[in-house]
């Protein structure tokens, strides 16, 4: 599981939220994680009462997801009105079982935990993501995980994903965001650099620098800054002279 999920999950959510006694699934709230993967964060999502869908392009992430957490993986149909060209570019998934629940960085898991995914909690949207935008009524989300998202994808393409999530987030809703920021002349990426002040433009255009107007479609808060010096972090990242994990919450206010 990414430990900052955990660690900040009570800052994306909001307290309130937290100590809700009914989970966001049994309220039809629901969680999107773009460019997933086969990333732990689905299940933690899951075992904290969420309704999860995911977004993948690549079957081979899908099946070993499936593999190795024991999970059944069954094809659903799609309620949409899809286009006839996009009707083979997408397929959605429903996954269920009883996996082993993850090892944690933040928290001690005991031995034995299990995370019980009940039909409906996690299903992951297989297909291209920037072809969302040509689905008409595509569902909207609560709450949005990006990790590995915004940061993978061409930096050519970031406008267009913006767009992507004004489309796709309920007025109201909440998403976090995991960067990573780095010097761009020391790396080519992915992951690409991408700052707080970036983000922010991208969101409240002009906001960096004088107060939010009261037009803004967006809040976008910087959770916390994650700082590494010399040699940073993972390997790949030596030769980095500095690098940090800009954490974001960014909440969208209207449509
Ligand atoms: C950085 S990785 C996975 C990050 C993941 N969120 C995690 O935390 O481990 C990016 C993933 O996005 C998928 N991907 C990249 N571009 C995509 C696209 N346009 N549509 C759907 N999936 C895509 C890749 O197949 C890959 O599994």
Redesign the pocket.
Known sequence: M?PFLEQYYNNWLGEAEVKSETTLKSRGLRTF?????????LLYLVKRGHCVEG????E??LAEFTQEHGMTRKEVPIELSLPDDLKSEFSLFEFTGEVAEPPSKVTEVPEGSKIDITPGSLRIWK?????LKDVPDFPRYNFWF????F???DPATRGEYVALVHKLLAPGAKMLLLSFQYKKEEMQG??NTLSYEEVVEFFTPGSATSPLPASAKYRVTLIDLVEYKPGVREHRFTKLSWAADPVILIEKLED
């Open positions: 990414n994680v773009p460019l997933c993967g086969k990333s732990l964060d977004l993948e392009g690549a081979k992430a297909g291209n993501l920037f072809r990006d990790r590995g998202s940061i993978a994808i992915p992951p």
